[in-house]
């Protein structure tokens, strides 16, 4: 059994410096100028090893961005609110500081996917993930009533996802908490109790 347990943690750090190494390049260069040499020197493994866990970059890319949307969702505590309306302004303030914490330890994967027109389809990902989650969220009556509620889904998950987009745009000048306090303030002035 500690043997499988040690294999394991091995898999798991190669796969880490893999995906480290990726992100790293992809920072740097264009995605199509990536090669799989590229990546197994930066990770300090060989193609090989590389092969072993990804079919090739784009089947890279597309884990990695898989990953960290799946764990962005379960970053924000969605459980339980997910399926249900969030009225507890605290319980959906906590949720966002989980999240924004998530992109701060999560910096070097969401520079690189959100930087100038890398992958308009990650954020088109991002949105319809923070759409998903927030359309439960939207209170059609009060300062809402008489919207269209695609709009008002559409105008709120832009502005959330452009939000995240300038604080790691400018190497997040605020830390998580005040941002995700900021955004629920706003949030909350259009009857959203938000948990993105």
């Not at 750090?13 to 100028?33: Q, W």
């Not at 998530?102 to 520079?111: P, R």
């Not at 991002?126 to 559409?154: F, S, W």
Request: with cysteine.
């Amino acid at each position: 059994m500690e043997a499988k347990v040690k294999k394991d943690r091995r898999v798991t750090r190669t796969k880490e410096a893999i995906n480290r190494a990726f992100l790293e390049l992809f920072a740097e260069k264009a995605f199509d100028r990536i090669t799989i040499n590229d990546i197994a020197e930066r990770a300090n493994v060989n193609r090989a090893t590389v092969y072993l866990h990804y079919a090739d970059k784009y089947d890279l890319l597309d884990k990695c961005i898989e990953d960290h949307l799946n764990q962005m969702v379960t970053a924000c505590s969605l459980n339980k609110s997910f399926q249900q309306k969030v009225t507890d302004l605290f319980e959906a303030t906590e949720a966002l500081k989980s999240l924004f914490a998530y992109f701060e330890d999560h910096f070097l994967f969401f520079s690189s996917m959100l930087s100038s027109h890398k992958t308009v389809a990650f954020r088109d990902c991002m949105l319809g993930i923070t759409r998903t989650l927030i359309q439960k969220q939207i209170d059609m009556e009060g300062a809402n009533q008489g919207m269209d509620p695609e709009v008002t889904l559409q105008f709120t998950a832009s502005a959330f996802v452009g939000t995240v987009e300038w604080w790691i745009a400018n190497q997040m000048p605020h830390p998580p908490a005040m941002m995700a306090e900021q955004a629920m303030k706003l949030l909350k002035r259009h009857d959203i109790y938000c948990v993105v």
